[in-house]
């Protein structure tokens, strides 16, 4: 029977982990207060040195929701804080705010007329210029407080800080956001083999996960982790991975396509990574990545552990391509269930744990 001592031992010892966690997330985001005025915001947008990253450029007000901003302003609401960063050719890149924002420069300098407004009706049809010349100085005198961001913000960061804090509500997914912001050879790759018909078939998914990109976020998971295991380190199979898949793939992707920039080569050696793996399934599983039930659905952490544990034992002992192990007696184990299961499925023992099972039984080590 557990002890009151153990159980408060285990309880401090959470709590340390907790605090610690903390405060590494906390150190990912340092920034500056500044004040902006409109007239410069605005004129900032119209030049281009303020700009609006890919990855949100789709996602834009109506109407309705430009004119209810335009009359908040007007009225002195406040107005929520606006984050940049600044690249290395010194312009800001917009990493939430974007929508209000291009507004303003639309209604100030691109003939935008107001919309229905809800307390200041009198301004309906109304454009920037049919206001007084005072009124025009007063607007573009306002200040709106913004957060400038320290220039080592990584990637990553910036796109989980768009996609928790974005106030147009419309949130971008991963695929989208890495498409945007990591463009290069890696990222095409991806894209070419979530369009693959045969991995199309071996992934039945719903036809939202398949606008969301499911695949692609496959595809790159099955890359991150391969490149980036190592096999004389089974107490960390993957360099660098702390129970965040999403900084982790930004991480490899980003790393990657400056690589693949440089090497060419690698853009072959891992789509035949990825054909030999897919090859290797259809031959050993005959479900592919689907449970026995054949659900319409590919569960991440059960892709996870058949795709990337093939892909490493075949690393290990390329003849597995030529004489697929059977599988007949752990597949539909209890073992593999629980290796599986959602639960907790990000945490690294979960994702080293499913992957090292369907690794070793394949390897015949279990």
Known sequence: MTSI????????????????????AANLVRFNVIDYSLEHLVKKVKDKEYYVPDYQREFTWDKKKKSRFIESVMIGLPIPFLFFWQDKEGNFEIVDGSQR????????????????????????????????????????????????????????????????????????????????????????????????????????????????????ELVIRFFAYTSRYTPNNEEQLFVGYKDRPREFIYDYLEEANREAAKKELIISTLRTRFIQMMDFVTATFPNRFQKP?????????????????????????????????????????????????SDGANTRSKLEGRIKFVRDNLLGIN
């Open 101 to 216: 924002l291009r507004t303003l420069e639309e209604f100030v300098n691109q003939d935008f007329k107001l919309g229905d407004l809800s307390i200041l009706t009198s301004l309906k049809g109304m454009k920037f210029n049919d206001l007084s010349a005072s009124r025009r100085k007063k607007f573009l005198s306002q200040s709106i407080r913004g957060i400038l961001l320290e220039n080592d913000t990584s990637t990553s960061t910036r796109t989980e800080m768009f996609n928790r804090i974005n106030t147009g509500g419309s949130k971008a997914n991963e695929a989208e956001v890495r498409r945007g912001s990591l463009p290069g050879l890696i990222t095409e790759l991806v894209v070419e083999l979530a369009n693959n018909e045969q991995f199309i078939a071996m992934t039945p998914i719903s036809k939202s996960l398949v606008d969301k990109r499911e695949r692609e």
């Open 293 to 341: 039930t054949l659900a319409k659905q590919v569960p991440r952490a059960r892709y996870e552990a058949i795709a990337i544990g093939s892909a490493l034992a075949i690393q290990q002992n390329p003849l597995l391509l030529n004489s697929p192990p059977s599988i007949d007696k752990w597949m539909d184990s209890e073992d593999f269930t629980t290796a599986t299961t």
């Open 5 to 24: 001592i153990e159980k408060q031992q285990k309880i401090d010892t959470k709590q340390e982990v907790s605090e610690k966690q903390i405060l590494q």
